[in-house]
């Protein structure tokens, strides 16, 4: 596709539900990340892949949350037993090869997540 | 670890005068550092990066930044505000390596006619 595509773009969901939020980053993009926006507040780093793999998931606040890149282009954001707190924005981008810290980020616009 | 703090969470200008953001980091590696913008609707949009060399970086849309490591500053100015620099403008820090940006707080700018 022409750009970073995520779905859905709002979500609304219980407490205690299991939430799925997808990426589909720009075609032969290799690295893809996913952020969390509160109301706010800036980006704030979840999980970085390169390829299948997640090579840094160190911001990913607990063992509620997952995700997983299994063929190396979409990738699923999983969130179990929701809470009120995991209301946010999340956002998904993805870069050409990640850079070393160098490379642009291409952001899709986000999925809006609201557990009541 | 790394911070970012921009001051102002709102700023407004009038339609033709100069546009200033300001941006503070704290960093004890040399840093990398971005300036992203998010209009309405859309995704954030890289608007211009420093990471070696030429301290004053040139961006997009007529946006220019000055990395300063005594004041350890990145404010982004443009000369002149167009209505559509209407936006929320994010900078962000991270250095060699580090896959993993962190973002300031953010800077609503308003444009004025």
């Known amino acids: 596709g022409a750009g970073v595509s995520q779905t859905p773009s709002n979500k609304v969901t219980e407490k205690g539900k299991y939430v799925e939020l997808r990426c589909d980053p720009i075609s032969g993009h290799t690295a893809l990340y996913w952020y969390r926006q509160s109301l706010g507040q800036g980006p704030e780093f979840l999980i970085y892949?390169?390829?299948?793999?997640?090579?840094?998931d160190s911001g990913l606040p607990n063992d509620r949350f997952f995700a997983v890149r299994p063929e190396g282009s979409v990738s699923t954001l999983k969130i179990q037993r929701t809470e009120r707190g995991d209301s946010a924005v999340y956002l998904c981008?993805?870069?050409?090869?990640?850079?070393?810290?160098?490379?642009?980020?291409?952001f899709g616009e986000g999925s809006r997540l609201t557990v009541l | 670890a790394q911070s970012v703090t921009q001051l102002g969470s709102h700023v407004s200008v009038s339609e033709g005068a100069l546009v200033l953001l300001r941006c503070n980091y704290s960093?004890?590696?040399?840093?990398?550092l971005f300036w992203y913008v998010q209009y309405p609707n859309q995704g954030l949009q890289l608007l211009l990066k420093y990471t070696t060399g030429a301290t004053l970086v040139k961006g997009i849309n007529g946006f220019e930044a000055e990395f300063k490591k005594s004041e350890t500053s990145f404010h982004l100015t443009k000369p002149s505000a167009h209505m559509s620099d209407a936006a929320e403008y994010f900078c962000a820090v991270t250095d060699f390596g580090n896959e993993k940006l962190t973002f300031g707080t953010g800077t609503r700018l308003t444009i004025i006619p």
């Open positions: 960093s004890s590696v040399p840093p990398y």
């Open positions: 892949f390169q390829g299948t793999g997640a090579a840094d």
């Open positions: 981008a993805s870069s050409l090869l990640g850079g070393g810290g160098t490379g642009e980020l291409f």
